[in-house]
């Protein structure tokens, strides 16, 4: 831990309870298994094994009653795995108290509904039409020699093996299990609707990398675009109901972000002889490198980004940008002016992720200030500000731009969206200025992967910049046909 768990909690508001390992992750767990009235032979065998795998672990798995509460609804926090095709009356989800507060695992005896062929699109559409027509969000498909989990995300990995072991319940399927996918709530940040100016020069500028950007990856199939709630299909009105209470009234889901943060001053950190008060501090966060402690100071920090739910491949800055940011650990996010405070604009649901990467930007500027002032990182920052883009695939290392460093392929592989994924990307990015500052390399920006789920590049490169480099092909045709 490059910083502390109540550092997180103040600068990202991330609880400090929550488990960032494997063996954290496992002892949170708390499973029952609830089939479905009638189970075929192999999802019976699947699950007594998958009980013993968690038992082995030292997950107890609970029985129904000890599960559930006097009312007969399961106790918040308990993850629930449904084998078997039920009908209306007994799904899981009506015996949650609340919708965010339960993780419900399908489990069925067939393949899934997709093939090696299948493009980002057609996979997430078949997974997320599958997680609304059955009420759950994991979904585990079990045949005679595999069996494949499918997330919310998009993200699919087939284990070969007719029953999960020991392992793959450990490092593949206990992450999944341990947080889960939800829309920031209201109360989670100040919404300052109508105060983004998109009339000024910065704004103007930044809104035509936002295009430029665009343009470059409309064509590239691993940019998963949107998945509208209204084709999906519905047992009945009441589960179509509760599907867009979940995602908070959503006209469906759009996956990946394009980010610009804003120019940020930075002070330089200062190597720290004295006990910091973490309980407190939102100013500055304590910093382990080096085998040194540095007292870092935390600026506002701000981001331009895209919207939840806009086409990525077809913006419109003066629709589609909105800008978030976090000042003294509190959280905001500002709409487009053009709009009046009655327009619904949502906040991403990888909002914490944009601000983990904006904060640990300004963190390793004001480190490099302190330790390598020649580095052109901090001056990039404090000029220019930075770039994000987040896709739902994985670069090959030839595309990885210079100067930018890898990290995060060996994390647990969580779903997205998580307090987790974001802690990740603040914590990754501290150790990779770690391992360059060891080696004497420069540093301009890093590399996130996230095992099952995608990729984050960030740094000093622009968007469009950071396109070009990840689609080389698609940036050549278009500045053959005069459109680039």
């Known amino acids: 831990m490059r910083i502390s768990s109540k550092a997180l909690n103040n600068l990202l508001g991330i609880h400090p309870e929550t488990p960032l390992d494997l063996d954290g992750m496992c002892r949170k767990l708390r499973p029952v ?13 699947f699950c007594s094994n998958l009980a013993a795998g968690m038992q082995a672990l030292g ?16 106790s918040p926090g308990t993850v629930i795995f449904a084998p078997g095709n039920f009908p209306d009356s007994l799904l899981a989800i ?40 059955d009420m759950v969000h994991i979904l585990i498909f079990v045949t005679e020699r595999s069996w494949t989990i ?11 093996t007719p029953f999960p072991s020991v392992d793959d319940i450990q490092n593949t399927l206990v992450p999944k299990l341990t947080a889960q996918v939800v829309p920031p709530r209201p109360e989670d940040l100040d919404i300052r609707h109508g105060e983004l100016c998109t009339e000024n020069r910065e704004f103007r500028s930044a809104a035509q990398d936002f295009m430029d950007c665009s343009a470059l990856w409309k064509h590239n199939r691993c940019l998963v675009t949107h998945t509208s709630t209204a084709g999906l299909e ?38 720290d002889f004295h006990t910091c008060d973490e309980s407190k501090a939102h100013d500055t966060v304590m910093v382990q490198l080096e085998n040194r402690a540095l007292l870092v100071p935390v600026p506002t920090v701000s981001v331009l980004t895209t919207r939840s739910g806009c086409r990525k491949h077809l913006l419109d ?60 990182f901090a001056c990039h920052l404090e000029r220019y500000g930075a770039s994000m883009t987040h896709w739902h695939d994985y670069p090959k290392e030839e595309l990885m731009p210079e100067g930018y460093h890898r990290h995060g392929h060996l994390n647990p592989p969580v779903s997205c969206s ?50 070009a480099a990840m689609n080389p092909e698609l940036k050549s045709g278009m500045q053959r046909n005069g459109t680039l």
């Not at 509760?242 to 950190?269: K, N, T, W």
Request: glycine share 8%; aromatic share 8%; hydrophobic share 40%.
């Open 33 to 45: 298994i609830y089939p479905a009235p009638l189970l075929t032979e192999r999802l019976e065998r």
């Open 59 to 74: 997950i107890p798995v609970l029985s129904e009653d000890d599960a559930a509460g006097p009312d007969g609804r399961f």
């Open 94 to 133: 009506n015996r949650v108290s609340t919708l965010y507060n339960n993780i419900i695992v399908g489990i069925y005896d067939e393949p899934p509904p997709l093939d090696s062929s299948s493009m980002p699109q057609e996979r997430l559409d078949a997974i997320v039409g599958r997680l609304a027509r």
């Open 150 to 160: 499918c997330t919310m995300n998009g993200g699919v990995v087939t284990l070969s």
């Open 234 to 271: 519905y047992r009945n009105a009441f589960y179509k109901r509760i599907v867009a209470r979940y995602l908070d009234q959503r006209s469906g889901m759009s996956y990946g972000f394009f980010a610009r943060q804003r120019p940020v001053e930075v002070a330089p950190a200062r190597y």
């Open 317 to 376: 800055p003066e629709k589609d940008l909105v800008e978030i940011g976090i000042t003294g650990g509190r959280a905001w996010m500002k709409t487009p002016a053009a709009f009046h405070e009655e327009y619904d604009v949502k906040p991403s649901f990888d909002t914490l992720t944009i601000l983990a990467h904006a904060i640990g930007n300004a963190l390793t500027a004001s480190i490099l200030k302190t330790i390598r002032p020649e580095a052109r």
């Open 418 to 467: 998580t307090p987790q994924s974001a802690a990740y990307s603040l914590l990754g990015k501290l150790s990779a200025l770690e391992q360059v500052l060891e080696e004497g390399k420069e540093y301009r920006g890093d590399v996130h992967i996230e095992p099952n789920h995608g990729t984050n590049v960030v740094g000093m490169l622009t968007l469009a910049e950071t396109a």
